[in-house]
């Protein structure tokens, strides 16, 4: 899989296919972040704005810099433009609490930092990622993953333990692709 770096450089050079693979790559998870934002009904347009604007402004990607880091600044942005362009009197607290920190920046890197999870996860072996996401995101015990895929407890914890090695590692190979 393609590291963000590697996109943004493309993008940079105005590779259209770099585009495309942007949106494939985080465009889920962009689009979850803005739903928290703007909701279901505007988010997909605000999506759209942001990945014209990654285009607009691709030459300005530094490759130093993390792609998915850079992309959920322009998501915030667009969030942020979207809910001052409505046409209300006064901005409902509750929208924009979670655009904390210095412009929100927090909560987009953290956006980012899941975004770069989920593609290293999607790197993985299948039994290892079946394996992690039973534990980490269904919350299961490793004797409940082995009953639920009928192994037996020891392959669980085997592939647990490698699963997250691999996953180590992937995550410190984007880490010193420069994608950080």
């Known amino acids: 899989m393609e590291s963000g770096q590697a996109i943004g450089a493309r993008l940079a050079s105005h590779d259209h296919a770099a585009l495309e693979d942007a949106y ?4 889920p998870s962009v689009l979850a972040y803005l739903r928290r934002y703007v909701g279901p009904d505007e988010a997909e ?8 604007d990654v ?11 993390r792609f998915s880091g850079w992309l959920f ?3 915030h942005r ?26 929100g920046r927090e909560t987009a890197e953290r956006h980012a930092d899941a975004a770069d999870l ?21 919350d299961l015990t490793q004797r409940e993953i082995a009953e639920r895929l009928g192994v037996p407890l020891g392959t669980v914890k085997a592939r647990a333990s490698r699963g997250l090695r691999h996953l180590a590692d992937k995550m410190r190979e984007s880490d010193e692709g420069g994608d950080r």
Do not use: N
Request: hydrophobic share 40%.
């Open 45 to 52: 347009d605000v999506l759209q704005r942001t990945f014209l």
């Open 24 to 27: 494939a790559t985080y465009g």
């Open 78 to 103: 667009r969030a942020v433009d979207s809910l001052r362009s409505r046409r209300q009197p006064v901005v409902d607290v509750e929208q924009v609490r979670g655009l904390v920190g210095e412009d």
């Open 118 to 138: 989920r593609v290293a996860l999607d790197a993985l072996a299948e039994h290892e990622r079946t394996v992690l996401e039973l534990a980490y995101f269904a």
């Open 73 to 75: 600044t322009i998501a």
């Open 55 to 65: 285009w607009r402004s691709a030459d300005r990607y530094d490759p130093r810099q």
